[in-house]
Nanobody, 114 residues
Framework: QVQLVESGGGLVQPGGSLRLSCTGS??????????MAWYRQVPGKQRTLIAH???????NYASSVEGRFTISRDNAKTAVYLQMSRLEPADTGIYFC??????WGQGTQVTVSS
């Protein structure tokens, strides 16, 4: 069974930056073969896709974060990252790492507030 563990969340002022990390582990995991994604969830709403990276490294972003967030991966470390810059209060939420379709981390809270 694959497990994902996120880290790096916290409280940051508007305009600041944070880097989220997600590390995968589990027997039989060939991390480099897997697409990975980051989702955000706010209270009362469904999780929404923020960024996706394919096993080839091709990336896609939600329009709300395009140009501010960067998703990357290090297959040797079985890790995927989300570099978040120029953060806005609307970026506040719980960020989840996802290995499509159904493997999720526990989430990490990001709060953007002055």
């Amino acid at each position: 069974q694959v497990q994902l563990v996120e880290s790096g969340g916290g409280l940051v002022q508007p305009g600041g930056s944070l880097r989220l990390s997600c590390t995968g582990s589990g027997s039989g995991l060939v991390f480099g073969d897997q697409p990975m994604a980051w989702y955000r969830q706010v209270p009362g709403k469904q999780r929404t896709l923020i960024a996706h990276i394919g096993n080839s490294g091709v990336t896609n972003y939600a329009s709300s974060v395009e140009g501010r967030f960067t998703i990357s991966r290090d297959n040797a470390k079985t890790a995927v990252y989300l570099q978040m810059s120029r953060l806005e209060p609307a970026d506040t939420g719980i960020y989840f790492c996802n290995m499509p379709p159904h493997t999720w981390g526990q989430g990490t809270q990001v709060t953007v507030s002055s």
